[in-house]
């Protein structure tokens, strides 16, 4: 078991930054990937981006192409999530994923077995 707690979010100005932290504890001696995903009220939660155990490998949605960036220090046990140009529909909360049976990434929150209690981003336009 990885528990997760995600911290830095808040409210923001379109077209500001963000960088949002996710701590790791637990079984953090195993590789895991780890990932962020987003949600809003009625709708399902969405990938946004994952990194690989090593760092090496990642993915983003579309939709955050060249404007997030992902990274990891495995020795502090620690995931960012450095959010840049921010529009109004990235507004959600946000929730740290690990991946523990694996350390590949991916985008699918099923393959993610703990997950953090989320911080809510507000984007105002």
């Known amino acids: 078991q990885v528990h997760l707690v995600e911290s830095g979010g808040g409210l923001v100005q379109a077209g500001g930054s963000l960088r949002l932290s996710c701590a790791a504890s637990?079984?953090?001696?195993?590789?895991?990937?780890l990932g962020w995903f987003r949600q809003t009220p009625g709708k399902d939660r969405e990938f946004v981006a994952a990194?690989?155990?090593?760092?090496?490998?990642?993915q983003f949605a579309d939709s955050v192409k060249g404007r997030f960036t992902i990274s990891r220090d495995n020795a502090k046990n620690m995931v960012y999530l450095q959010m840049n140009s921010l529009k109004s529909e990235d507004t959600a909360v946000y929730y740290c994923?690990?991946?523990?049976?694996?350390?590949?990434?991916?985008?699918?929150?099923?393959?993610?077995?703990?997950w953090g209690q989320g911080t809510q981003v507000t984007v105002s336009s």
């Open positions: 637990g079984r953090t001696s195993s590789s895991y990937a």
């Open positions: 994923a690990a991946r523990s049976r694996s350390g590949y990434p991916s985008g699918n929150p099923y393959d993610y077995d703990n």
């Open positions: 990194i690989s155990w090593g760092g090496a490998s990642t």
